[in-house]
């Protein structure tokens, strides 16, 4: 079994940043394609960015120039540095392995005063 661990959910205001972190069990880390998805309240879960093997990203536009996605593999681990936060970044944040189908539980960011 696959495990996925998110970290690094906290409340922050507007303006402010956080950095997550998803880490896994898989040693083959390097190769994988890890993706960042978010589910706000009452919203369906939606994709933020993702990374590929050769460390190829793309972003869901309402992210572009504010969140960053990269990867450490020493580490076995990828973040999503967060800047310039808008109570709408106010969400679940998930990551997934691609090419396992495999989640973690979440992390709860709040963007709020």
């Known amino acids: 079994q696959v495990m996925v661990v998110e970290s690094g959910g906290a409340l922050v205001q507007p303006g402010g940043y956080l950095k997550l972190s998803c880490t896994t069990s898989l040693t083959a880390f390097s190769g994988l394609t890890v993706a960042w998805y978010r589910q706000a309240p009452g919203k369906q879960r939606e994709f933020v960015a993702r990374?590929?093997?050769?460390?190829?990203?793309n972003y869901v536009d309402s992210v572009k120039g504010r969140f960053t996605i990269s990867r450490d593999a020493a580490k076995k681990t990828v973040y999503l540095q967060m800047d310039n936060l808008k109570p709408e970044d106010t969400a679940v944040y998930y990551c997934?392995?691609?090419?396992?189908?495999?989640w973690g539980q979440g992390t709860q960011v709040t963007v709020s005063y």
């Open positions: 997934k392995l691609d090419s396992y189908n495999a």
């Open positions: 990374i590929r093997s050769g460390s190829t990203t």
